[in-house]
């Protein structure tokens, strides 16, 4: 709905999607369909598992840092590929942590009546108990203390919009903004965010979170607005998300016997409990893809210390 209704008020006509072919979670089919219900013409990029995994490396060197969000991987092909035919282009980043649009926002209440109310949100990699086990470390890095922070620092009275305030600190901030920034200046491309513009961002502070998440729906107020350009099933649209599909291709082959390489390559020894890590992925291979996310960033930062040298 973000990118739909970007390009139903700005008029361009030309529109970029991703897809993976084959894969469920691609919406660039129905980018594919609003695009010409909107008169637009639409580019597809469809990204092979070879073309992902191989631009690993080069997101890596592009960031600076090992961030372990595979979608930084996909937007870096992604600018790559818009700026062959363009030197700007519009991006929908923002609304969600802006207006609630995720669905572990419909958990708030409950998040809320628990023993901690407060959550890692989209940024979070594996639960503290886990990094513990994993990573060697002289001393524990305490991350519940910095959310905690976060959440005590937000001057609103409700759960929701505290949550909202991690999520645009530590997720929109601190990775995706980061990673798009990094993605689009390497190619030359000038990327404009219009929801996330920061007198867009002190409006959504105003607006009571009962407007954002209502009746189940995320984003709700955003919507209705939006409907005035779209039609009724675009802005009401159920989310999928930016979703990339490694879980399965990291058990496939060569894609296997890459990871494994690095997983447990000479330098892995250095940061982490190699027991551990063979443990998560032997489970990870037996089909736990809760595993995914921890062996993803490990497998990333083993790449960032390859690469510089560390």
């Excluded at 991987?73 to 282009?89: E, N, P, R």
């Excluded at 940061?271 to 736990?288: K, T």
Aim: hydrophobic share 40%; with cysteine.
């Amino acid at each position: 709905m973000d990118s739909s209704w970007l390009l139903a008020l700005s008029g361009v006509r030309r529109a970029i999607g991703i897809g993976y072919a084959g894969e469920a979670c691609s919406e660039a089919d129905l980018a594919a369909d609003t695009a010409r219900a909107l008169n637009a013409d639409f580019c597809r990029v469809d990204i092979s598992p070879e073309a992902f995994f191989d631009a690993i490396p080069q997101a890596v060197r592009r960031m600076g840092l090992p961030i372990a969000d595979a979608s930084t991987v996909v937007l870096g092909i992604g600018c790559a590929s818009a700026a062959q035919s363009s030197s700007i282009c519009l991006s929908g980043e923002g609304a969600d942590e802006f207006f609630a649009g995720y669905h572990i926002y419909r958990r708030s209440e409950e998040l809320a009546h628990t023993s901690s109310p407060w959550h890692y949100g989209c940024a979070g990699v594996m639960e503290p108990e886990q990094a513990a086990s994993l990573l060697k470390l002289e001393r524990p890095f305490p991350t519940e203390h910095l959310v905690k922070q976060l959440y005590a620092d937000s001057e609103s009275d409700e759960h929701l919009s505290r949550l909202l305030r991690i999520d645009c600190a530590l997720w929109l901030e601190g990775d995706i903004l980061f990673g798009i920034n990094c993605s689009s200046r390497s190619c030359g491309l000038k990327l404009l965010l219009p929801y996330a513009d920061r007198r867009l961002f002190e409006l959504s502070t105003r607006i009571p979170a009962a407007l954002k998440w209502k009746d189940g729906v995320g984003k709700y107020i955003l919507r209705r607005t939006a409907e005035q350009q779209l039609p009724h099933e675009v802005a009401f649209r159920s989310k999928i998300g930016f979703s990339v599909p490694i879980g399965n291709r990291m058990r496939r082959e060569p894609f296997r016997a890459r990871f494994e390489a690095v997983l447990f390559g000479p330098q892995s020894a250095r940061f982490f409990d190699q027991n551990q890590l063979r443990h998560y992925w032997s489970a990870y291979l037996e089909g736990n893809d809760v595993m995914r996310q921890i062996l993803y960033a490990a497998y990333v930062f083993l790449i960032w210390v390859r690469d510089y040298g560390i």
